[in-house]
């Protein structure tokens, strides 16, 4: 059974940068045709792909927000790590992290979003 | 701002027809797949349709999509009080470099 949950602070502040780990079990990221990708909505607005890396190491990031965005995946610790630098009041969102299925080309399990705040 | 555009909102009573477009352009639609979610607030968004018509196991018929050129849509029949959520397309963006893009969403509304 595939499960993904989203971690990290509810409250950041303007400026910093904020940390989110994704941690899943029940498939490995070191597998072929396997990724993981995160979205955001932010409140009353639309979802917002932000992020995905593959098990090969290939990742995708969204060019509007390539300059403060990093991916890294921990195989270790069965986790994908996404930090967004220099954080404005506008990317207070709920955060989800999904797995993505290469083969089949889509987001498949996603754990249940996280909401994250950026306020002084 | 999404570069793939949907209407921001469709209703229907129980029982009708209600389908939903997605307007995109020739790096993404009319290049790449299209994929369907379904999002009720506070929950996982749910994949409905797969590249462009496939239903993954479990999703009913109800549901069926179809593309065109650089645009695609979503029908639902037999609407379903359920039904209400909103409504999001995705595809891939080949420019500049591969990205993945939600369309801007279209709340269903049963009345």
């Known amino acids: 059974q595939i499960t993904l949950m989203e971690s990290g602070p509810a409250l950041v502040k303007p400026t910093q940068t904020l940390t989110l780990t994704c941690t899943f079990s029940?498939?490995?990221?070191?597998?072929?045709?396997?990724?993981v990708g995160w979205i955001r909505q932010p409140p009353g607005k639309a979802l917002e792909w932000l992020a995905l890396?593959?098990?090969?190491?290939?990742?995708r990031l969204s060019p509007s927000l390539k300059t403060r965005l990093t991916i890294t995946k921990d195989l270790f610790k069965n986790q994908v790590v996404l930090t967004l630098a220099n954080v404005d009041p506008l990317d207070t969102a709920t955060y989800f992290c999904?797995?993505?299925?290469?083969?089949?080309?889509?987001?498949?399990?996603w754990g249940q979003g996280l909401l994250v705040t950026v306020s002084s | 701002q999404s570069v793939v555009t949907q209407p921001p909102s469709a209703s229907g009573t129980p029982g009708q027809r209600v389908t939903i477009s997605c307007s995109g352009s020739?790096?993404?639609?009319?290049?790449?797949?299209v994929y369907w979610y379904q999002h009720l607030p506070g929950t996982a968004p749910k994949l409905l349709i797969y590249?462009?018509?496939q239903r993954p196991s479990g999703v009913p018929d109800r549901f069926s999509a179809s593309k065109s050129g650089t645009s695609a849509s979503l029908a639902i029949g037999g609407l379903r009080p359920e039904d209400e959520a909103d409504y999001y397309c995705?595809?891939?963006?080949?420019?500049?470099?591969?990205?993945?893009?939600f369309g801007t969403g279209t709340t269903v509304t049963v009345l």
């Open positions: 999904s797995h993505f299925h290469v083969v089949l080309d889509y987001f498949d399990y």
């Open positions: 029940g498939f490995s990221l070191s597998s072929s045709g396997v990724g």
């Open positions: 890396i593959y098990w090969d190491d290939d990742e």
């Open positions: 020739s790096s993404n639609i009319g290049s790449n797949f």
């Open positions: 590249k462009d018509n």
């Open positions: 995705a595809t891939w963006d080949d420019s500049p470099n591969d990205f993945y893009v």
